[in-house]
């Protein structure tokens, strides 16, 4: 049989999921089973100290329907195959070593008056002398030696896109793998090929693109949907009140309740998820961020 191919969620489990989390979740889903695909989740635990929040994490997204296909996987425990792509990369002469603090990059970016969100090249071309004397001050981080330039993809949401590949930090100057590297590994090494999520990881694109084609992978498709606004327009929070299930449930919400105002969001109808299934169109979603008042309805 031919291999179906897989959609993913995949939390950061620093906190409970809210409204915005959900809902794409439930995004997510309806995308990877109207492409007949599996659903898998990944629970991006890298940040040990904050993941705190896996299981209830697990439990809501049960709670409003979703079902998955295999056991959930943890980003931490994949370690191996983080590091041994990180090698291949090493090995292929696509890293160099960053000596940087925040403040280095920030300083170097504003007097370049480029865009201060990607790389300045401070480390790029260090003499050999230059690293042993850096290395004698503070660890290293390792960068993606990324060729720059421009990466373009078509997103099923977002349309045609184009956007800047940056030399981003594969593994932290404390050892850690960092997102960007196990995000692209992981996807892959899972048979991930349709990756839905946030609309806020649209810049981080490219840069995947470009570090999976040096890495031999096969490009996912994209479906970056937007987010859910608090009442202030920012992006949806803690702050904003009954965000969570088990805020909304104290409110008297039920779990049934707050997936059918979320499906009532995206113009889908009520119910089990299975129904907005039958009912799903992507070209007939809304493009634009949905804004919770602070009351559901
Ligand atoms: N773990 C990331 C987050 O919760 C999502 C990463 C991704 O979907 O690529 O924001």
């Known amino acids: 049989m031919e291999n179906p191919g897989a959609g993913r969620y995949a939390p950061s489990p620093s906190g409970d999921l809210h409204l915005g989390n959900l809902r794409t979740a439930i995004l997510a889903w309806l995308f990877a089973r109207n492409t007949g695909r599996r659903f898998l989740l ?19 997204l049960a709670a409003i329907g979703i079902d998955w296909d295999e056991t959930p996987v943890r980003q931490s425990e994949r370690g191996r195959l983080h590091a041994a792509a990180l090698e291949s990369l090493i090995g292929a002469g696509r890293t160099f070593e960053c000596f940087c603090t925040r403040r280095d990059i920030a300083e170097a970016s504003s007097a370049a008056h480029g865009p201060v969100s990607l790389y300045p090249g401070t480390c790029r071309q260090l003499s050999d002398e230059q690293r042993e004397e850096r290395r004698r001050e503070r660890p290293a981080a390792l960068r993606f030696l990324s060729g720059g330039g421009t990466e373009h993809f078509t997103d099923a949401v977002a349309g045609d896109r184009v956007g800047p590949v940056d030399d981003v930090v594969l593994r932290r100057n404390d050892g850690a793998v960092a997102y960007n590297l196990a995000v692209v590994v992981d996807d892959a090494a899972q048979g991930i090929d349709q990756v839905v999520r946030g609309d806020d990881l649209l810049p981080s694109t490219p840069t995947q693109l470009r570090l999976g084609h040096v890495l031999g992978f096969a490009p996912p498709s994209y479906v970056h949907v937007p987010l859910v606004l608090g009442p202030d327009g920012r992006r949806l929070a803690k702050r904003d009140g009954a965000v969570t299930l088990e805020d909304l449930a104290t409110a008297g919400w039920t779990a049934e309740r707050v997936r059918d105002s979320l499906l009532r969001s995206l113009g889908l109808p009520e119910g089990p998820l299975e129904r907005a299934l039958t009912a799903f169109e992507p070209a007939s979603l809304p493009r634009n961020p949905w804004v919770f008042s602070g009351t559901l309805s």
């Open 42 to 60: 990944r629970v991006e635990d890298l940040d040990r100290v904050r993941a705190r929040a896996e299981e209830s994490q697990l439990r809501d």
